[in-house]
């Protein structure tokens, strides 16, 4: 649907060094642009390569039963966790679309944010996008968040969040971020919170 800019940034960097780059210069920028951004993520560099390899097997299947899917449904995976968003005609293809992700080798869970509607002119993609992308640049700009462990769709005016939260309060400084943008209706919260470190 509608990725941020530093997710697509993440993709395109963790591809290059996970699958290989066409190029040695393109395959020594990729890894090591991956080790610095990775490293920072609760997840790591093994994480987000994971992540990215069940992503791609869902929408491989995806591709495989009804091409379709890849344009009407959005697929982001953060810690095995898929979070499904869209909107598709009918009840069959949503069940479709779950049914195909919880097949994906490494899928823990499925966060099932597809809407059901025959009218898929409620969408506008473009002001969806300029939302996602609004928020992206409002988390990287604000010292108090690690935006980077962030990912955020944006369907139909509604934001679905998706990552690790350091505490309650930098989770209610990202929806707050939100709020504060024009044409955002609702925000949907699927962030877990980082477990606290253990007294020692």
């Known amino acids: 649907m ?6 697509l940034a993440l993709i395109s960097l963790v591809c290059s060094a996970v699958i290989g780059a066409c190029t040695p210069v393109g395959a020594v ?32 299947m995806f591709a495989r039963f009804d091409h379709t899917l890849l344009k009407s449904i959005g697929v982001e995976v953060y810690e095995g966790r898929a979070l499904l968003t869209g909107i598709v005609a009918s009840e069959t293809i949503r069940a479709d679309a779950v049914r195909l992700t919880w097949q994906a080798d490494g899928v823990v869970d499925v966060i099932n944010e597809i809407r059901v509607s025959p009218d898929t002119s409620l969408i506008d993609t473009a002001r969806d996008a300029w939302i996602s992308t609004q928020l992206s640049a409002a988390l990287t700009f604000d010292k108090q968040v690690l935006a980077i462990n962030y990912i955020i769709e944006t369907v139909g005016g509604t934001v679905y969040l998706l990552g690790v ?4 309060e930098e989770l209610e400084r990202v929806k ?9 209706q609702h925000i949907v919260s699927h962030v877990r919170l980082k477990s606290p470190a253990p007294a020692g």
């Open 176 to 184: 707050n971020h939100a709020r504060a943008i024009a044409y955002v």
């Open 165 to 168: 939260a350091q505490n309650e």
């Open 29 to 60: 920028m990729g890894a090591g642009a991956v080790t610095g951004l990775a490293a920072y993520q609760e997840r790591g560099v093994d994480g987000v390569a994971r992540d990215l390899g069940t992503s791609s097997r869902i929408m491989d």
């Open 2 to 7: 509608n990725r941020t800019p530093l997710r």
